[in-house]
């Protein structure tokens, strides 16, 4: 088990310009999330897939935001022409369907700072 | 919608205990969880309620009453290494995904 692996770790970016980021979950999981979590909050969700299914999508979510997880393995998060308020730590959970005991593992994110 | 309140920070003594509290109003209820987040790392699985009462798990343990929507996580002979935010998240009846709390900054002292 080697865990939820981020790339990269840290990004550091000018306003207007895309990033993406990876995300490569535990390999038997079968469901990704992507989080959002600025300093002194708590996590906040964006999207999740099941297998290669988007299946929710926050309604919070810019339509600057796109993530895909084409073969059901890793996913990518895009944000398009960022901007300041987009800096924050992305972070990305996988976990198997165990109904309401599901239980997420977090990777330990991508922190972004849009200059 | 979904609120969850849990207090931005608390202090406590090595060797003390200590109990974080967390409330919701959730539109269903599904399970709560509390996980712990070391500074610049990621969250980490501490507990799962979703019947309720007490689950112990070594020096953690976790309490939920539904009926107050209400939880507490309690740690016992508290460590330096102790120190970390704690996060309080709930799983509407509706939905698959979690929404956090605020998270609960312990600092931990000699």
């Known amino acids: 088990d080697t865990g939820v692996s981020q790339d990269p770790r840290h990004k550091i970016t000018k306003r207007g310009q895309n990033v993406t980021f990876r995300c490569d979950p535990i390999s038997e999981h079968n469901r990704l999330y992507w989080y959002r979590q600025t300093l002194g909050q708590g996590p906040e969700f964006l999207t999740y897939?099941?297998?290669?299914?988007?299946?929710?999508k926050s309604r919070l979510l810019s339509d600057r935001f796109s993530a895909e997880r084409p073969k059901g393995s890793f996913s990518t998060l895009e944000i398009q022409r960022t901007e300041q308020g987009d800096s924050a730590m992305y972070l990305c959970a996988s976990s198997q369907i165990q109904g309401a005991a599901e239980k997420l593992f977090f990777g330990s994110g991508t922190q972004l700072s849009v200059l | 919608g979904q609120n969850i309140d849990q207090p931005t920070e608390m202090t406590a003594t090595e060797g003390a205990i200590v109990q974080i509290n967390c409330t919701y109003q959730?539109?269903?209820?599904?399970?709560l969880f509390w996980y712990q987040q070391h500074a610049g790392e990621a969250p980490t699985f501490l507990s799962y309620n979703v019947l309720d009462g007490l689950e112990e798990k070594g020096r953690f343990s976790s309490f939920l009453s539904r009926s107050k929507g209400y939880s507490y996580l309690l740690l016992k002979e508290l460590q330096m290494k102790d120190s970390a935010s704690y996060l309080c998240?709930?799983?509407?009846?509706?939905?698959?995904?979690?929404?956090f709390g605020k998270g609960t900054m312990l600092l931990v002292s000699p």
């Open positions: 959730t539109s269903g209820f599904n399970g």
């Open positions: 998240a709930v799983r509407d009846g509706g939905y698959s995904t979690l929404t």
């Open positions: 897939f099941q297998n290669e299914a988007q299946l929710e």
